[in-house]
């Protein structure tokens, strides 16, 4: 039996806070907007390093079909904004388009979306002696070396290509610092590399950074109307606060204003590893390999459970060990991953945390925690309900 099924309702007695949701469709090269729509069962996501979701029925009805709907929302070529209060709180490009009761069943996927549809074609390479045209992007083919501009170059060489460009800011991009992590790396053009891949597997080493297009509204100014943004930020080292104690967020199922409503932890040893072995490019013998044990964990009394991951586009061995070290950090805390449904409007409210962040959950003595629990751990994904009623989000964390 699920959990929720199991706990009382809290929510009953508790002031119920009415929210205003405007949902705008727009041309996704141009951002010009095509309509304003009512959705119904609206859910939408965010994730950190990934991408978050959007599923919606738009009603035809007779107050709607004079927006011309169908226009409004045609696949891959709409982008969807979901504005709440005021406030830009997901973004991003509608994929599919279906029969529903009363009107059509659509979804959505966060801006990072398209770049899972683009690809390097051209070679190119923070690495000179393996391109033609030593010019750095996208004059030539030459990736900026700093791991930031990496993606940066990489997204500038999908944006100058025709029909290339959606509008995402990468131009703020260009004043933030060097990381200071240099990698030798190449995207053969013959292999189609995706572009989303490409960076989040740069953004995976025990280097990396953290990633994600944000969307909000400017300030507005001078007469002019606030206008939509949306804008590539690389976090280096990670984004987000980064303890309880910096974020101040605590989420707990007592007291007398209760924020969690029912929770899932699960220990999922499946997915646990202490060693690694992380396998990059070549053949036979002359195959890249690294191997990452968690020595303190067997030290520790667990056993040596293995796992393989296959890289086959690193040619550098310092890139496949720090590759191979991330692959082992996230598998040595692949047996932590709850979840926790918590109210909008209770403290922390909705809006006051973020993908990455680091709260502390606490969880009083009951029949599946008999002692009670309480850890610190970071927000890795944020689903929201939309509707009437009391909204409620569901976070999914994993270990700090």
């Known amino acids: 039996m699920d959990l929720l099924d199991m706990a009382p309702d809290l929510t009953i007695g508790m002031e119920q806070q009415a929210h205003t949701y405007t949902y705008l469709f727009c041309d996704l090269r141009t951002d010009t907007v095509l309509a304003e729509l009512p959705l119904r069962d609206v ?3 965010t994730e950190l390093n990934g991408i978050g979701s959007l599923s ?11 927006l011309d709907p169908d226009t409004a929302t045609r696949p891959g070529r709409t982008a969807v904004y ?6 830009l709180v997901w973004g991003g490009i509608l994929w599919t388009r279906d029969r529903a009761e009363g009107g059509k069943a659509i979804q959505a996927g966060e801006f990072l979306s398209y770049f899972q549809r683009r690809y390097v074609k051209t070679t190119l390479s923070t690495d000179t002696s393996v391109i033609l045209n030593p010019a750095y992007v996208p004059d030539g083919q030459k990736l900026y070396p700093d791991q930031r501009f990496i993606v940066w170059s990489l997204l500038k060489y999908a944006e100058v290509q025709t029909g290339g460009s959606i509008g995402i800011d990468i131009t703020s991009m260009i004043a933030e610092p060097n990381t200071g992590i240099f990698p030798t790396i190449t995207y053969f053009g013959y292999e189609r590399p995706a572009i989303y891949d490409a960076i989040a597997a740069l953004a995976k080493s025990d280097n990396g950074f953290d990633f994600g297009i944000e969307t909000f509204w400017t300030q507005p100014g001078n007469n002019d109307a606030p206008s939509r943004v949306r804008r590539m930020r690389v976090w280096y080292p990670r984004r987000g606060r980064q303890s309880a104690a910096e974020s101040g967020l605590v989420f707990s199922n007592g007291g007398p204003e209760p924020s969690i409503l029912s929770y899932d932890w699960p220990e999922n040893g499946t997915e646990l590893a202490t060693e690694v072995s992380a396998l990059g490019a070549g ?8 191997v990452q044990p968690a020595a303190d964990l067997i030290a520790a009394g667990y056993p040596l459970i293995e796992t393989v991951t296959t890289y086959s586009d690193v040619l550098e061995q310092a890139r496949l060990d720090a590759t191979a070290r991330a692959d082992l950090a996230a598998r040595t805390r692949a047996d932590v991953q709850p979840s926790f449904e918590v109210m909008a409007d209770a403290d922390p409210v909705y809006g006051s945390y973020t993908v990455g962040d680091v709260a502390r959950f606490v969880i009083e003595p009951d029949g599946q925690s008999p002692a009670g629990r309480s850890a610190e751990l970071r927000i890795l994904s944020i689903e929201a309900t939309a509707g009437a009623g009391a909204e409620r989000v569901t976070l999914k964390c994993g270990a700090v």
């Open 82 to 87: 979901v504005d709440r209060d005021g406030v």
């Open 283 to 290: 053949n036979g013998e002359a195959k890249l390999v690294s």
């Open 43 to 45: 859910k939408y996501s």
């Open 56 to 66: 919606a029925v738009v009603p035809y009805t007779d107050d709607t079909l004079p």
